[in-house]
């Protein structure tokens, strides 16, 4: 079935670098924009990052402009979300999500399980 | 960037009462580009409308979505037991797709 399924969250000091995977089956992902989402403790929810089909465009948002960077394999259908300078205001579960259509213009209609990232000293 | 409120922050309500929710935008948006998602916790949220109006497959008819300029609204006609989440609006017309704070449902 489509699904979604992400990986690499951990506890991490801040500073430090951590690195997130999606792992997509049962759809072309290579059809797909991919989004991340994320969600503080007791948060509501926060779009962070969004990668085209093509991986060829790209958008953050301002929380993380320059600090985290978004790639995708169309090959391995994986998707990365690469994590520096963490603060302890990025601790939160991170969803990566898919549009109901291939652009990124379209609601989120496939999401993963979600993998925790805790940063702290 | 388009920040998006939502009212009430709480709702507490009955089962088989009807659920009114409220997003308002900044500033327009279009309605081809607006969506509710309902979490439970300790789950991934669900799309339940897009474009303001259109249902996501297998979401019951007793949902429905609405919208006026820059106010938009989430209808849920008659409260099962299995409603009672929050719920999130969002945008995605334009980057940043940026969601609304939420509207918690909760059993009176």
């Known amino acids: 079935q489509v699904q979604l399924v992400e990986s690499g969250g951990g506890v991490v000091q801040p500073g430090r670098s951590l690195r997130l995977s999606c792992a997509a089956s049962g759809f072309t992902f290579s059809s797909y924009a991919i989004h991340w989402v994320r969600q503080g403790p007791g948060k509501g929810l926060e779009w962070v990052a969004v990668?085209?089909?093509?991986?060829?465009?790209?958008y953050f948002a301002d929380s993380v402009k320059g600090r985290f960077t978004i790639s995708r394999d169309n090959s391995k259908n994986t998707l990365s979300l690469q994590m520096n300078s963490l603060r302890t205001e990025d601790t939160a579960v991170y969803y990566c999500?898919?549009?109901?259509?291939?652009?990124?213009?379209?609601?989120?209609?496939?999401w993963g399980q979600g993998t925790m990232v805790t940063v702290s000293s | 960037e388009i920040v998006l409120t939502q009212s009430p922050g709480t709702l507490s309500l009955s089962p088989g009462e009807r659920a009114t929710l409220s997003c308002r935008a900044s500033?327009?948006?279009?309605?081809?580009?607006l969506a509710w998602y309902q979490q439970k916790p300790g789950q991934a949220p669900r799309l339940l409308i897009y474009g303001a109006s259109s249902r996501a497959t297998g979401i019951p008819d007793r949902f429905s979505g609405g919208a006026s300029g820059t106010d938009f609204a989430l209808t849920i006609s008659r409260l099962e037991p299995e409603d009672f989440a929050v719920y999130y609006c969002q945008h995605y017309g334009t980057s940043p797709f940026t969601f609304g704070p939420g509207t918690t449902v909760d059993i009176k």
């Open positions: 990668i085209s089909y093509d991986g060829n465009n790209k």
């Open positions: 999500a898919r549009p109901h259509s291939g652009n990124y213009f379209a609601a989120l209609d496939i």
């Open positions: 500033q327009s948006v279009s309605s081809s580009y």
